[in-house]
C-alpha cells in the first residue's frame, strides 16, 4: 500500500509561518503531480495547491495565493508547502496526494474537480492558527 506521509504541523500565531513536507517511503514522488489539500472541522476537503511531476506548474487556490508556496526537490523525494501570514481561516488539518496521471494540476482544473482524482493520499498533518 503506497502511502504519503505529513510532517511540520503545528501552532502558530496568526501571522506566522510553518513549512509542511510530504514525502514517501515506498515509492518515488518524480513521477506523480502532488497536491495539498485541508479540511477544516465540518467543511469539506478543499485543494490548497499542487505542483506538477516536473515541477514547472503549480497552482493555488485564491485565498492562500501570495501566501503559500509548493516546491519539490525529487532529489529528497519530498514536495514542501511554504505557509507564510497564517490566518486563523488556515487553520485545518493539511493533506498531501500523488496524482499519476499529473494531469489536473497541468491543466489547472479547478480543485474542487480535482480532489477525489488523487491516487494516494497521507494521514495529514494538523495546523492550527491562534494567539
Known amino acids: 500500500q503506497m502511502q504519503l506521509a505529513e510532517s511540520g504541523g503545528g501552532l502558530v500565531q496568526p501571522g506566522g509561518s510553518l513549512r509542511l513536507s510530504c514525502g514517501a517511503s515506498?515509492?518515488?514522488?518524480?513521477?506523480?503531480?502532488i497536491g495539498w489539500f485541508r479540511q477544516a472541522p465540518g467543511k469539506e476537503r478543499e485543494g490548497v495547491s499542487c505542483?506538477?511531476?516536473?515541477?514547472?506548474?503549480?497552482d493555488y487556490v485564491d485565498s492562500v495565493k501570495g501566501r503559500f508556496t509548493i516546491s519539490r526537490d525529487n532529489a529528497k523525494n519530498t514536495v514542501y508547502l511554504q505557509m507564510n501570514s497564517l490566518k486563523p481561516e488556515d487553520t485545518a488539518v493539511y493533506y498531501c496526494a500523488a496524482d499519476y496521471s499529473d494531469y489536473y494540476c497541468s491543466h489547472r482544473v479547478p480543485f474542487p474537480v480535482t480532489v477525489k482524482e488523487y491516487d494516494y493520499w497521507g494521514q495529514g498533518t494538523q495546523v492550527t492558527v491562534s494567539a
Open positions: 505542483i506538477s511531476s516536473s515541477g514547472g506548474v503549480t
Open positions: 515506498e515509492f518515488t514522488l518524480d513521477n506523480y503531480a
